[in-house]
């Protein structure tokens, strides 16, 4: 019965480093999502998981930002040459189906400081 | 441009009193509403939805109303306590098609005084 988990809880790099961020879903749920909060602000869409597939990745700002998820559960967010700009509290959240009145369920985020 | 508003980044209110939290949307393809709740430090939690065929959910304390002529939506908490002292989300999906991404607004931060 456990939630969406997420590690680290926090992350400091130096500017121009790699980093990967993970996200364990709740058992069972096939969709999976991706927000980023900067100080703020309201959470921002960056990608939609259903199942292992990558079905919507309009809201990654660049291509430094890319995300998988090969088995159907667990996520990776992987930053590449990280810039201060992208500090910020990442927040996965998980739903049993995908679709527009599915309740979705957020983890505590990661909160990334970039150097 | 926010598509999501919540012009109040602030609220304080009387234990026992009522909240009035705001909220205002732009895309009239908005069509499923959301507000979650945040404590510091945590992740947002699910607190009340509303579809656009409805004016009004209620859940216990918490209700939700919905202006779809003024793209207006209000959450009302009675009566309010400590507790409820957080950070509210509104948040928006669109339609037919959606595939569930929520489109949030900056917050409104509630503190409730004993």
């Known amino acids: 019965g456990a939630g969406v988990s997420q590690t680290p809880s926090n992350k400091v790099t130096e500017k121009g480093k790699y980093v990967e961020l993970r996200c364990d879903p709740i058992?069972?749920?096939?969709?999976l999502y991706w927000y980023r909060q900067s100080l703020g602000q309201g959470p921002e869409f960056l990608i939609y998981?259903?199942?292992?597939?990558?079905?919507?990745d309009s809201g990654l700002p660049n291509d430094r930002f890319f995300a998988v998820r090969p088995e159907g559960s667990v996520s990776t967010l992987k930053i590449q040459r990280t810039e201060r700009g992208d500090s910020a509290v990442y927040l996965c959240?998980?739903?049993?189906?995908?679709?527009?009145?599915?309740?979705?369920?957020f983890g505590p985020g990661t909160r990334l400081l970039v150097l | 441009d926010q598509q999501v508003k919540q012009n109040s980044p602030s609220l304080s209110v009387q234990e026992g009193r009522i909240s009035i939290l705001n909220c205002d949307y732009t895309?009239?393809?908005?069509?499923?509403f959301l507000w979650y709740k945040k404590y510091p430090a945590e992740g947002p939690t699910f607190l009340i939805s509303?579809?656009?065929?409805?004016d009004k959910n209620e859940d216990g304390r918490f209700t939700v109303f919905l202006n779809k002529s003024a793209k207006h939506l209000s959450l009302h908490i009675v009566p309010s306590q400590p507790g409820d002292s957080a950070v509210y989300f509104c948040?928006?999906?669109?339609?037919?098609?959606?595939?569930?991404?929520?489109?949030f607004g900056k917050g409104t931060k509630l503190s409730v005084k004993p």
């Open positions: 959240a998980s739903s049993p189906r995908s679709g527009r009145g599915e309740t979705q369920y």
């Open positions: 058992s069972g749920h096939t969709a």
């Open positions: 998981f259903q199942g292992t597939g990558a079905a919507d």
């Open positions: 895309n009239s393809m908005f069509d499923y």
């Open positions: 509303i579809s656009s065929i409805k």
């Open positions: 948040a928006a999906s669109a339609g037919r098609g959606s595939q569930g991404n929520l489109i």
